[in-house]
Structures are given as structure tokens and as C-alpha cells.
């Protein structure tokens, strides 16, 4: 099955947090946030949403970070996705 987004709408798959910092200190489980960085796996067409025309910035393959609480999570074949609005998308990562 594959995930097709319609509008201006991405589909990311969330980058695992790191489990260490880069001094070698390990984080325990209740300290890890929610990730914000991800990887873009689909593209919607923009368009018009709300009347205005939208362009998409991104596409598939750019390495992104998005809004702490934004979009919703789709279980898909054992994968999570995110799919979220491309204005929840605050940088693509170069």
C-alpha cells in the first residue's frame, strides 16, 4: 500500500532520535521528546487550499524538520508516517 497526499500535504517519516549526545552520555527513556526532524516521503500536487495558490518547496528525499505537535500519525505496514500541512514544515535540512 502507499500513501498518496492530496493538497498541500507531506508525508515525512520521523528520524529516530539519538539514544547518546555526542559527549557519549546516555539518555534514558523518559527524556526522549517527540522527533522533529524527517525525511520526505511523498509530495501532494498545492494547488489552491483556502483560495490561495500553494506551491510545494519540497520534495521527495529532503530532509525536513516540522512543527513539535503538528500533523497526524498513520501506521502503515509496521512503518509510522507523519502527514502534515506544508506550512508545519519549518526548514529542509542541506
Known sequence: MKLVP???RVVLKAVEAEETTKSG???PGQTKE???QGEVIA???GGVVDGKEVK???KVGDQVIYSKYSGNE???DEDTYIIVKQNDILAIIQ
Open 6 to 8: 492530496l493538497g498541500d
Open 74 to 76: 498513520v501506521k502503515l
Open 56 to 58: 510545494m518547496e519540497v
Open 43 to 45: 509530495v501532494g500536487p
Open 25 to 27: 552520555i546516555v539518555l
Open 34 to 36: 517527540k522527533p522533529q
